[in-house]
Each structure stands twice: as structure tokens, then as C-alpha cells.
């Protein structure tokens, strides 16, 4: 199992040696940050400016909104004056015509209709300009929202990035490797650390197809380990392939004809495992003896015998 950055970058630190047992969640490496911080905070200036921008956006459309109810007052009281203005012209018409009043009068209140008229449709146009600076006012409040959101997504992003610069082991398991050592430059997927992970551990061994036909999963298996023979580990069969290969190089079989095997995983288990986390070794050769008959007695050179 690889541990390895998810960014480009330089490696600060390595927090664990080789052979050292980790727990989940344990800080195994660090990679610096620096060029990501300087990032994030121009990130968060740039959602500064757009949160005062939205605040400046609020602030004219609620300007423009009271410019609006102020002209439509305007325009109110601009048409009472145009029916008064109607009102006294159409009287003075009706007395001119009788000899009532003297022509001037009458063109008097002519000018009076014809100026509350153009009043009207000057506050009518200062209506339609505040409900245009209200509609571009609006249109800043949502340019300015978008902005507030790709800042925020931004700097989000980025604090996603720098925990992610912190390297934890994502399950208990002991350091193998150091692929690399503090100061390299990595690139995105770069490794710096093997572990082992010591709740999965088995024995890979082959069988012939008429053996490995019989094998059930869940089978019983005994592990007798070259480095260790005087000891005999359980274990059962976790995995059997399903399709053929050829016998690999390194392995021996009884009929060297049969060309051939299927690959069989035997899995220790686990609670025996945490028992001797210290013991556990990697890549280390050994003979799986597998039970095809489950009612045969195991013989007593095969009878579990595990470190105490």
C-alpha cells in the first residue's frame, strides 16, 4: 500500500521511519505548503472584495428602490397638477367662448396644462430610470454573489488542498519503505512511503486444476514458514482465480508437466494477527498445507502451534 501525494510539491517532512507500526489516521509525512497558503489568502482577499461588492450592490439597490418611491410620489402629485391644469383650461374654454374671460387668460392655462403635462412625463421618466438603476443594481448583486461563490469554492478548494498536504495512514499497518526523503520535489501521485497492511496478510500458493476445482473458500489451511518451521499458523482460503495462468517461474509443482495453476490466497486471521503485530514479515517463503476433506484429521506435525 503507497502512500502518495495528491499535489505537486515539495516534501517538508517524513514523520515515521521504517519499520515503524502506524495507526489510522496517524501523520506519516508532510509536504509544504507555503505556495498553497500564499494562494489561499489571495483567494480569501479576493472573496473579501467580493463580499463588499454584494454589500455595495445591496446598498443601491435599496438606493434606487427609495429613488423609485420618491418619483413615483413625484409623479403622483405631477398628475394631480395635470388635472387641476385640465380642469381650469377646460373652464376657461367654456367662459372664453361666452365672452367671460379674455383670450389671454384661456392661453394662460393653456401654457399651465402643457407644462404639468411635460412635468408628468418627466417624473414618469424619472421613474423608468430608477427602475433601470434597480434592474443593473440587481444585476451587480448577482455578479457580485457568483464572485462571493467562486472565492469562497476557491479558498475552500485550496484549505481541501493543504489538509490533504498533511499525509495519514488510512489504516493500521507498518512502514516498509521511504520511496522519499524530505526536501524532493514530487509530482502529483508521487510516493513517499510503502506500508504494509497488517490486518490483511496471506499466503499465496498454486494449485493443479483438479485440486484447485475441490477448493471451497473458507477452507481450511495450515502455513508452516521456512524462517519459523517449528511454528504452524491457521488460516483459510480468502480467494481462489477463476481463470488459469501459466506456473510461475518460481514455483515447484509434483507433475512438472501440469503447465497450468490457480492461485489461491490463504488470509491469517486478523485477531491472531493483532496478537503478533511484531512478528508479522513480508515476502517471506513458506508451504501451505490446504484440507480438501473437511472430516479429515489434520496430522499432528500440522497441529496449530502459534507464538506464545
Known amino acids: 500500500m503507497d502512500v502518495a501525494t495528491k499535489l505537486a510539491g515539495r516534501v517538508a517532512s517524513i514523520e515515521v521511519d521504517e519499520g515503524d507500526f502506524v495507526e489510522p489516521g496517524q501523520v506519516l509525512a508532510r509536504m509544504d505548503t507555503q505556495v498553497l497558503e500564499?494562494?489561499?489568502?489571495?483567494?480569501?482577499?479576493?472573496?473579501?472584495?467580493?463580499?463588499?461588492?454584494?454589500?455595495?450592490?445591496?446598498?443601491?439597490?435599496?438606493?434606487?428602490?427609495?429613488?423609485?418611491?420618491?418619483?413615483?410620489?413625484?409623479?403622483?402629485?405631477?398628475?394631480?397638477?395635470?388635472?387641476?391644469?385640465?380642469?381650469?383650461?377646460?373652464?376657461?374654454?367654456?367662459?372664453?367662448?361666452?365672452?367671460?374671460?379674455?383670450?389671454?387668460?384661456?392661453?394662460?392655462?393653456?401654457?399651465?396644462?402643457?407644462?404639468?403635462?411635460?412635468?408628468?412625463?418627466?417624473?414618469?421618466?424619472?421613474?423608468?430610470?430608477?427602475?433601470?438603476?434597480?434592474?443593473?443594481?440587481?444585476?451587480?448583486?448577482?455578479?457580485?454573489?457568483?464572485?462571493?461563490?467562486?472565492?469562497?469554492?476557491?479558498?475552500?478548494?485550496?484549505?481541501?488542498?493543504?489538509?490533504?498536504?498533511?499525509?495519514?495512514?488510512?489504516?493500521?499497518?507498518?512502514?516498509?519503505?521511504?520511496?522519499?526523503?524530505?526536501?524532493?520535489?514530487?509530482?502529483?501521485?508521487?510516493?513517499?512511503?510503502?506500508l504494509v497492511d497488517l490486518t490483511d496478510v496471506y499466503m499465496t500458493f498454486f494449485l493443479p486444476e483438479r485440486q484447485a476445482g475441490r477448493v471451497a473458500l473458507g477452507s481450511e489451511v495450515r502455513l508452516v514458514i521456512d524462517a519459523v518451521p517449528q511454528y504452524v499458523i491457521p488460516a483459510r482460503v480468502s480467494y481462489v482465480a477463476s481463470v488459469a495462468q501459466f506456473t510461475p517461474k518460481s514455483v515447484e509443482t509434483a507433475n512438472e508437466r501440469e503447465k497450468l495453476m490457480f492461485r489461491v490466497k490463504a488470509r491469517l486471521d486478523p485477531e491472531l494477527l493483532s496478537r503478533h503485530l511484531q512478528q508479522v514479515k513480508t515476502g517471506v517463503p513458506g508451504m501451505a498445507y490446504l484440507r480438501l476433506d473437511p472430516d479429515a484429521e489434520w496430522p499432528a506435525h500440522l497441529a496449530i502451534k502459534v507464538p506464545q
Open 38 to 194: 500564499a494562494q489561499q489568502a489571495q483567494a480569501r482577499a479576493q472573496l473579501r472584495q467580493a463580499e463588499n461588492g454584494q454589500t455595495t450592490a445591496a446598498s443601491q439597490i435599496s438606493l434606487r428602490q427609495s429613488e423609485k418611491l420618491a418619483a413615483e410620489a413625484v409623479v403622483r402629485q405631477r398628475q394631480a397638477e395635470l388635472d387641476a391644469a385640465r380642469k381650469r383650461h377646460a373652464r376657461s374654454a367654456t367662459l372664453v367662448k361666452r365672452n367671460a374671460l379674455p383670450q389671454q387668460t384661456l392661453d394662460d392655462d393653456l401654457a399651465r396644462l402643457q407644462s404639468a403635462e411635460a412635468a408628468l412625463a418627466a417624473a414618469r421618466a424619472q421613474v423608468s430610470s430608477a427602475e433601470a438603476g434597480i434592474a443593473a443594481a440587481q444585476s451587480q448583486a448577482i455578479e457580485a454573489q457568483s464572485a462571493t461563490e467562486a472565492a469562497r469554492a476557491s479558498v475552500e478548494r485550496l484549505q481541501v488542498d493543504i489538509d490533504d498536504s498533511l499525509l495519514k495512514a488510512p489504516r493500521a499497518g507498518r512502514v516498509q519503505y521511504r520511496v522519499s526523503q524530505p526536501g524532493e520535489v514530487l509530482g502529483a501521485g508521487g510516493k513517499l512511503l510503502n
